[in-house]
């Protein structure tokens, strides 16, 4: 037995419940519909779905199984089906005047539906147990210090490779540096003078303009960096000046992660500054203080605990960032401070490891997963705190 | 009363009337000033971004826009049935096993002729060689799937035009000088001589070429028929299977949360987790992708039914938190009137609520799969960058096949040598933006006429 014979024949079961439901459910009555205690359709509901959901049900469970124990789908398939008669039968058995199968409907639903919510607790739990069991098997063929603390990256797939996360943490965390001195203080004045300053009409088209950078894919923004940016750089800064004369570079992705992080700061923080009461603005104006005074001494401090937020918010976006980094800081792993060279980041090589011909069992590839749950790690964290320190904030005014 | 003190202060014979209305003091004036400038920070600021935006759009479209106009070479061929149908019946499988290879001769010679016709027009020495060597080497393939779609056609002389190769074609869109050719072995200046030659005389011609978008991938020496065919149809399995999950597993998700869930230990679990999950690196989920569903379910690699799945996790928080910000703008009213006259809450939100809340929903599902469209991360993870050539198959056992997605086939231009990828990734992200645009819209006009204030 296929799956496509078995999806046919479940949706054969349902369908066929459906009306057989229905039409018990109105001999039942004797004809008067009335004589039910729920709607002919509810009977008939009632049967489709206790056949749908216990075949679809043994199908999870057993796919599940499958991995573990290696039972063959046909099996699977079978026994599936048979729980879908059972449950069809089941339903029929049920109908009678007096069945409350609407609330019956009602509980299956209420079922599915917290079966979905679940969905995202049990992508988060494969998130994290699929990521700590490759680091476990990383760390039990590579001493989890060298990992921590090494400082030379120089992976061989022969064996043998020396596997420091820190140049790639040093290159993430300058690269998000600069991405965050490009856009908090254009971000941050952008949403200033859209709430502030800007008549409706400014705010009408800038906001949304501002707004597209956001809603345009990081691998556009990545080749921006690759064809136009980082020739630029390197043509007119770099090699005029001396200090590096490679394209891809710290400078390249930190400036065009800039320009892909403005939008969050500037929206978020309009969200926030907006939030700030208009009494508080009045005040401050009526006292005699011009509008910048009023931002800087009366507006930002009551919303610095958002905006810090939102920054902390872009950080966690531009340590976890891939594809600008992937096109346009360059691959190889150093710790230097000159931001015209070439660095890599942490999500780079997490793409270079697992991509191409991998070998699970060697270190080489392993690292990646080690890699995965320690950004996984770092932008948790930031989430959570910007989280807290925004939650925290807007208590205090609603 | 204050009132009466200012001008009693102003016109006391100690204070000379420095102080005017009309005349503003130093310090005001270093106010206003500090005003004026915060202001333009605040403008350029804006400006800035909307700058950057206008660069960014330009850089890409003047990149990638020439990536649609292809050059062609046209040229009468002779389906010389001796080659192609030695046994003469025209027997479709027998036309098939004729190699490409064969077929080289069949262009040749009708290049040869091209060249003398030109040499005869008083064009500088052009040899049939030479105008081979600007053909694309996927010419023999195209002529082959020609012959095998018409089989009727052979022993006919038919025009047939071919793509030239990426240099001559770059030559002409003005990317390859004749300095940088002289330094290039694929192509030489006399070459480029004859190509000119040739425009003049009609036989070569740019034009819009739509095999640039529908075409599969070609091999790292043949960019110019290099498409996105693959590609595109491999976004849009994973497109319809982010739909057919996420929506359904989003929509359901946010009425359990919004509508049912008591609020309790787990509740704040899951409203914790899926705010996090929305702000989670894409790229762990592709690891994710790549442990689960690969390396424990064994799922085929590179295939649209993982990428599909992968970029559903990635979806649900983003259509969860637009679905529950719509069903929250239901006011109350609604519920309870249907409660009011005997519906059960289930019946209030299926047949009340919901419906309600549909235009919220379908905009945040829009955006959603707008975002998952352009997702490569992940992607590059679960091996959707491998070289694929052979469309997948019709649903749904294609989903099972390999395929490549839109952007990264985008990644997958910008890792090859020849630089005429360059053209053929900007062009691919005009495509890829193009469908950005439209599901936005989409989304914007949507909620344009059914957004309901209550």
């Not at chain 2, 790292?220 to 996420?246: F, H, Q």
């Not at chain 2, 990734?425 to 204030?453: D, K, Q």
Request: hydrophobic letters at 55%.
């Amino acid at each position: 037995m296929n799956a496509t014979i078995f999806f046919v024949l479940l949706v054969i079961l349902a369908v066929g419940g459906l009306l057989l439901g229905r039409r018990k459910a109105v001999a039942a009555a004797g004809g008067d519909v009335r004589q039910l205690h729920s709607l002919v359709a509810y009977h008939g509901w009632n049967m489709a779905l206790a056949a749908a959901l216990p075949g679809l049900g043994v199908l999870a469970i057993g796919g599940f199984a499958s991995t573990f124990i290696g039972l063959p789908m046909a099996v699977i398939f079978t026994v599936g089906l048979i729980a879908a008669a059972a449950g069809a039968g089941w339903g029929w058995m049920k109908i009678h005047r007096d069945f409350r199968a609407r609330n019956s409907v009602e509980t299956m639903v209420m079922g599915l539906l917290i079966v979905a919510a679940s969905v995202a607790i049990l992508t988060t739990v494969g998130i994290v147990f699929s990521m700590l069991f490759e680091t476990g098997r990383f760390f039990s063929q590579y001493s989890w210090t060298e990992f921590f603390f090494g400082t030379t990256w120089a992976p061989n797939f022969r064996g043998d490779s020396d596997l420091g996360m820190l140049p790639l943490l040093w290159g993430t965390l300058y690269i998000s540096f600069i991405a965050l001195a490009v856009a908090v203080p254009i971000g941050l004045f952008a949403a200033i003078f859209l709430s502030e300053y800007a008549t409706p009409k400014v705010r009408s088209i800038a906001k949304p303009l501002i707004e597209i950078l956001a809603g345009i894919p990081t691998i556009v923004y990545g080749l921006f960096a690759l064809i136009t940016v980082g020739p630029l750089l390197r043509d007119y800064f770099a090699q005029p000046m001396g200090i590096g004369d490679s394209a891809s570079s710290v400078m390249t992705a930190g400036l065009v992660m800039g320009i892909m992080l403005i939008p969050f700061v500037s929206s978020l923080s309009d969200d926030i500054i907006n939030a700030v009461p208009q009494s508080m603005r009045d005040g401050s104006l009526g006292l005699g203080a011009t509008p910048s005074e009023t931002i800087r001494s009366v507006i930002m401090p009551a919303a610095l605990p958002g905006i810090v937020g939102a920054i902390l918010l872009a950080a966690s976006r531009a340590i976890g960032e891939t594809m600008i980094v992937v096109l346009g800081a360059g691959a190889a792993a150093r710790l230097s401070l000159n931001p015209f060279e070439a660095m890599t980041t942490v999500t780079v090589k997490i793409v270079s490891q697992l991509t191409g011909d991998t070998d699970f069992a060697s270190p080489e590839t392993l690292v990646a997963f080690a890699l995965g749950i320690t950004l996984f790690v770092l932008t948790l964290g930031l989430n959570v705190l910007a989280l807290y320190i925004v939650r925290k904030y807007r208590e205090q005014y609603e | 009363m204050t009132d009466a003190a200012l001008p009693t202060a102003a016109s006391g014979p100690a204070a000379p009337a420095k102080k005017s209305l009309h005349v503003l003091d130093a310090r005001t004036r270093k106010r206003n000033a500090a005003e004026r400038r915060f202001r333009i920070y605040g403008g350029c600021a804006v400006g800035a971004g909307v700058v950057a935006l206008i660069l960014l759009l330009i850089s890409i479209l003047s990149s990638g826009l020439p990536a649609f106009q292809q050059t062609f070479l046209k040229a009468e061929i002779q389906l010389d049935a001796k080659v192609l149908d030695p046994a003469g019946d025209r027997d479709p499988a027998k036309i098939a096993k004729v190699l490409t290879f064969s077929y080289s001769p069949l262009i040749k010679a009708s290049l040869t002729r091209l060249a003398e016709d030109l040499k005869a027009r008083g064009a500088a020495d052009v040899t049939p060689q030479m105008l081979a060597d600007m053909v694309s080497g996927a010419a023999n393939a195209k002529l082959r799937d020609y012959v095998i779609a018409n089989p009727d056609q052979i022993g006919e002389t038919v025009a047939f035009e071919f793509l030239t190769n990426a240099r001559i074609d770059q030559y002409l869109k003005g990317k390859v000088t004749r300095e940088s050719a002289a330094l290039d072995s694929k192509v030489d200046v006399a070459q480029l001589d004859a190509a000119d030659a040739l425009i003049a005389s009609g036989a070569m011609e740019q034009r819009f070429n739509w095999d640039f978008i529908t075409a599969p991938d070609a091999s790292e020496n043949r960019p110019e028929a290099a498409g996105l065919g693959v590609a595109l149809l491999g976004s849009l399995y994973m497109m319809l299977i982010v739909l057919c999950l996420a929506l359904p597993i989003g929509v359901a998700a946010s009425i359990y949360l919004e509508e049912f869930a008591k609020k309790n230990f787990w509740t704040d679990v899951i409203e914790v987790n899926i705010s996090n999950l929305a702000a989670v690196p894409s790229i762990v989920f592709g690891i994710l992708g790549l442990a689960i569903f690969i390396n424990f379910m064994h799922l085929p690699n590179s295939a649209p039914i993982v990428g599909g799945l992968v970029l559903t996790l990635m979806t649900l928080p983003t259509i969860i938190i637009a679905t529950r910000a719509s069903l929250k703008a239901v006011p109350p009213s609604i519920r309870d009137a249907a409660l009011g006259v005997g519906a059960s809450k289930m019946q209030a939100i299926f047949h009340h609520v919901l419906p309600l809340a549909a235009p919220g929903i379908l905009t945040g599902t829009i955006i959603g799969l707008a975002q998952a469209l352009g997702e490569t991360a992940p992607l590059l993870l679960i091996g959707m960058v491998a070289f694929v050539r052979d469309y997948p198959d019709a649903l749904p056992g294609g989903l099972f096949e390999p395929a490549t997605g839109l952007p990264v086939q985008v990644y997958n231009f910008t890792q090859r040598a020849d630089p005429a990828f360059v053209e053929r990734a900007s062009g691919a992200i005009i495509v890829l933006l193009v469908f950005l645009v439209i599901m936005n819209l989409v989304a914007i006009v949507l909620r344009r006429r059914f957004e309901r204030r209550w």
